[in-house]
C-alpha cells in the first residue's frame, strides 16, 4: 500500500509563500498521479492541482493557476507544492492524494490520502 505523508503548512502573511512536500512510500513505481487537495472548515475537500508521475501533464484549479506549482523528484519520491501570493483564501488543510490509473480532478477518484497540513493565511 502507498503511503504519503505531507509537511511544510504553516501560518504566514498575505502575499507570502509556502512550499509543501509530499513523502511517497511503498510501491511508487505503480503510483501513476498524484494530486494536492484542500479542505477549508465548513467547506468539501477541493481540487488543488494533479500531476502524473512522468511530470509531463500537469493540471491546476482556476483559483490556484498562476501562483502554485506542483512538481515532483523522482530520487526523493516526493511531490512538491510551490504555492505564491497567497490570499487568506487559501487558508485550508491541504491533503497529498495518489493513485495508480486516474488523473484527474475528482477526489473520489484518489485511493491513497496523506493526513493533511495546516495552512493559514493572515491578512
Known amino acids: 500500500q502507498g503511503q504519503l505523508e505531507e509537511s511544510g503548512g504553516g501560518l504566514v502573511q498575505a502575499g507570502g509563500s509556502l512550499k509543501l512536500s509530499c513523502a511517497v512510500s511503498?510501491?511508487?513505481?505503480?503510483?501513476?498521479?498524484l494530486a494536492w487537495f484542500r479542505q477549508a472548515p465548513g467547506k468539501e475537500r477541493e481540487f488543488v492541482a494533479a500531476?502524473?508521475?512522468?511530470?509531463?501533464?500537469?493540471d491546476y484549479a482556476d483559483s490556484v493557476k498562476g501562483r502554485f506549482t506542483i512538481s515532483r523528484d523522482d530520487a526523493k519520491s516526493t511531490v512538491y507544492l510551490q504555492m505564491n501570493s497567497l490570499k487568506p483564501e487559501d487558508t485550508a488543510v491541504y491533503y497529498c492524494?495518489?493513485?495508480?490509473?486516474?488523473?484527474?480532478?475528482?477526489?473520489?477518484?484518489?485511493?491513497?490520502w496523506g493526513q493533511g497540513t495546516q495552512v493559514t493565511v493572515s491578512s
Open positions: 511503498g510501491p511508487t513505481s505503480r503510483i501513476f498521479a
Open positions: 500531476i502524473n508521475w512522468s511530470g509531463r501533464d500537469t
Open positions: 492524494a495518489a493513485d495508480r490509473g486516474y488523473f484527474g480532478r475528482n477526489k473520489s477518484g484518489y485511493s491513497y
